[in-house]
């Protein structure tokens, strides 16, 4: 089945820094990489997607690149705040059909510390 | 638009008890995903519904099993509950169980076994 790694795992940096977080993934028939952030107490929320058929997306301070050759793709966060600090998750998915249906995979978590 | 909402927020129960979680989807959405998560295991699927059926599930054993109405709204069961059930209980819901839906989480619900 799928494996989706996740680095690094904890990732600390000083307000206004950018921070990068990097998955790869194992099915090569993936075609959906949705990130979202893990506040305590709440359940994961997205804050972006990319589908395969597109490198790259942006919105605001986020963006998100994919590689399908290489089978990875990064969340970039530029200009931190302290409000960015949460654990950030990537995923991944196939198509729809078979076990795929509703199912995503994810990696291992982020722990994302921004220091004011 | 209200989000997902799940109940109860938290439970304690003991080993060998079951156990039924609510979750209600987004207005409209007619697909419904549940997840576990743990420190250990992080994410991992159950098992999804769409249109009262399952459509897919996780490894997980039997005891774990689930079902949907014909509002959308799902429930899932877990039976003979043991400590390592422990865990936090997410569910997700999108429009269609299509190709690449985007999924919606609830706040989840937290289950302690004791």
């Known amino acids: 089945g799928e494996n989706v790694e996740q680095h690094p795992s904890t990732l600390s940096v000083q307000e206004g820094d950018s921070a990068v977080i990097k998955c790869t993934y194992s099915d090569s028939a993936s075609n959906y990489f949705p990130w979202y952030k893990q506040e305590l107490g709440k359940g994961p929320q997205l804050i972006i997607d990319i589908r395969s058929n597109v490198g790259e997306k942006k919105d605001q301070r986020i963006a998100v690149t994919l590689n399908k050759t290489a089978k990875h793709f990064s969340l970039h966060i530029t200009e931190t705040q302290p409000e960015d600090s949460a654990v950030y998750f990537c995923a991944a998915s196939r198509g729809a059909g078979g076990t795929s249906y509703g199912k995503l995979t994810f990696g291992q978590g982020t722990i994302l510390t921004v220091h004011p | 638009k209200a989000g997902v909402t799940q109940t109860p927020r938290y439970l304690i129960k003991t080993r060998g008890q079951q156990v039924t979680l609510s979750c209600s989807p987004i207005s409209g959405h007619r697909s419904v995903s549940w997840y576990q998560q743990t420190p250990g295991q992080g994410l991992q699927f159950l098992f999804e519904?769409?249109?009262?059926?399952?459509?897919n599930k996780g490894n997980f054993p039997g005891r774990f099993s689930g079902r949907q109405f014909s509002n959308s709204r799902s429930e899932m069961n877990v039976s003979t509950l043991e400590l390592g059930d422990s865990a936090l209980y997410l569910c997700?819901?999108?429009?269609?169980?299509?190709?690449?839906?985007?999924?919606?989480f609830g706040p989840g619900t937290r289950l302690l076994v004791l």
């Open positions: 519904y769409f249109s009262e059926t399952q459509r």
């Open positions: 997700a819901s999108s429009l269609m169980s299509g190709n690449q839906e985007t999924q919606y």
